[in-house]
């Protein structure tokens, strides 16, 4: 199958934003290429080994994506543009916002991303491993196998990076966790090795919830974790005791509609994937549903939010 290859030069502040029109438009997975972010890790240590170069200009983000080459192609090329020319309206720079199409062959896109992918260990106690590289553990490791795939989520980036650190503090074992908009699983999978006694996985995206079942099998999770199609919580039952959603700002803005029946009493949300120019939109939407913001953290211009159901 032939694919093309959509990039846009963008800022960071929209990054995740332009993610989320390309899944809109069909795209099943992204690379973002974050020269800010490849530097923060190299000097951080946290990668095992890396032979990416230092990058000079770390303003521009490359978000790529995937579209087969089919007679809906420029329609959905033509709703991608709209919706990055409509991101002003909403105070969101789109910085360049040039729009490049390349037209490949399936084989040469499905490898290329691998190579800004490397172990990395996330929080006190998780680290990323890709499946196909190699890992010197510490006793205290915990470690995730991971194969994105066409799927969301290695875990580098700050909105989830930041929910892996939170879930370290917050799963403490026993707890039934529910993970909306699973992407590659990263997130079900960290709780369910921390301790989580039960965990459901849901995607609007088929291909997403295909991904993470396999990354969660790949990880010998699979009595823990339930993966399914759905939108928001609408095909889960029950409550939990801990709701994960690291997607945006607004549609975590309407999943909060659900989160005071659906999060136990006592219960917390982690909710991140939210800009820190919406930060005051989605507070509100949380003091209006009678929630309580516990805690706000912040890195590198994305913020996420533990949220807590104190009941009426």
Known sequence: ????????????????????????????????????????????????????????????????????????????????????????????????????????????WSTTWKEYFHPIKVGDLIVIKPSWEEYNASPDDIIIELDPGMAFGTGTHHTTSMCIRLLEEIIKGGQEVFDVGTG????????????????????????????????????????????????LLKNVDGKADVIIANIIADIIIRLLDDIPNRLKLGGTMIASGIIADRLSDVTKAVIDHGLTVDRVIEEGGWVAMVIHNGGN
């Open 184 to 231: 590659s699983g990263v997130l079900a999978i960290t709780a369910a090795k921390l301790g989580a006694m039960k965990v459901t996985a849901v995607d609007f995206d088929p291909v997403a919830v295909r991904v993470a079942k396999e990354n969660i099998e790949a990880n010998h999770v699979s009595d823990i974790i339930t993966t399914g199609q759905s939108d």
């Open 1 to 108: 199958m032939k694919w093309a290859e959509i990039s846009i030069k963008t800022t960071h502040e929209a990054t995740e934003v332009i993610a989320e029109i390309f899944h809109e438009v069909g795209a099943s997975g992204v690379v973002i290429e974050d020269p800010a972010l490849v530097n923060e890790y190299r000097a951080s240590g946290a990668w095992d080994y890396t032979d990416i170069p230092e990058a000079t200009n770390t303003e521009i983000v490359t978000v790529k994506a995937y579209l087969p080459v089919d007679e809906q192609l420029d329609d959905k090329l033509a709703v991608f543009k709209n919706r990055v020319d409509e991101l002003a309206g909403h105070n969101i720079d789109k910085g360049l916002g040039d729009i490049n199409c390349t037209e490949i062959q399936d084989e040469d």
